[in-house]
């Protein structure tokens, strides 16, 4: 299986952040599985690529053309992926990806986990996600996933498909025995 992570090209304030990504990459290669990820040899998803590496596992990247530059790719990776826009960029990492882990970082990380869960909810794929909440940095994510529930925006059904955790060997196992539920898209809500 690979493994898909989102994750920032920064690396975040202090060591906590660098330290989780590499320790995750090389989990998921200890355990067997590829990284698939952003590309970028800088910041966490440096990190997660040289984890995965350093324990002798695959690290794939897709990177679009016009951050080869900005993001400085990294060269020592499995394959990379050179494409023309961030739309490709993400479907060939679904295509690529059996299941997907957020990590900390910014904007692009979170349009990215959001659209995989989108695909989720509306049954493009069954594909499982799971957010590594590092250093309490996804606490107040989760918070306010509870809040759409509440306040009648996300069915709990649709907020049960992400997963958390803080502790990455038991994320990566729960992330690979969850299967999303199968949501019956075509009904009207009071049937599903």
């Known amino acids: 299986m690979r493994l898909c992570v989102f994750c920032?090209?920064?690396?975040?304030t202090g060591e906590t952040y660098m330290a989780a990504a590499h320790e995750l990459g090389a989990l998921i290669?200890?355990?067997g599985h590829g990284v698939v990820y952003g590309g970028a040899r800088n910041?966490?998803?440096?990190?997660?690529?040289?984890g995965a590496l350093s324990a002798g596992g695959e690290a794939i990247g897709v990177l679009p053309r016009q951050l080869f530059e900005l993001e400085q790719a990294h060269n020592g990776l499995t394959e990379?992926?050179?494409v023309d826009s961030m739309h490709?960029?993400?479907r060939i990492m679904h295509e690529l990806s059996d299941a997907?882990?957020?990590?900390?970082?910014?904007?692009g990380t979170m349009e990215e986990t959001f659209e995989v869960w989108t695909w989720t909810q509306l049954g493009i794929h069954r594909k499982p996600l799971a957010i590594y909440n590092v250093n309490g940095f996804y606490d107040a994510l989760e918070i306010f996933?509870?809040?759409?529930?509440?306040?009648?925006f996300v069915r709990d059904v649709h907020r049960q498909m992400v997963i958390t955790g803080t502790e990455p060997g038991k994320l990566v196992r729960d992330l690979l025995a969850h299967e999303p539920p199968l949501v019956k898209k075509w009904l009207?809500?009071?049937?599903?």
């Open 188 to 192: 009207k809500p009071e049937e599903r």
């Open 145 to 152: 996933f509870d809040v759409m529930v509440r306040e009648g």
């Open 80 to 82: 990379l992926h050179v």
């Open 100 to 107: 997907f882990i957020c990590m900390p970082g910014g904007i």
């Open 8 to 12: 920032g090209s920064n690396t975040g």
């Open 88 to 90: 490709e960029r993400k």
């Open 29 to 31: 290669a200890n355990a």
């Open 43 to 50: 910041g966490l998803m440096g990190a997660v690529a040289d």
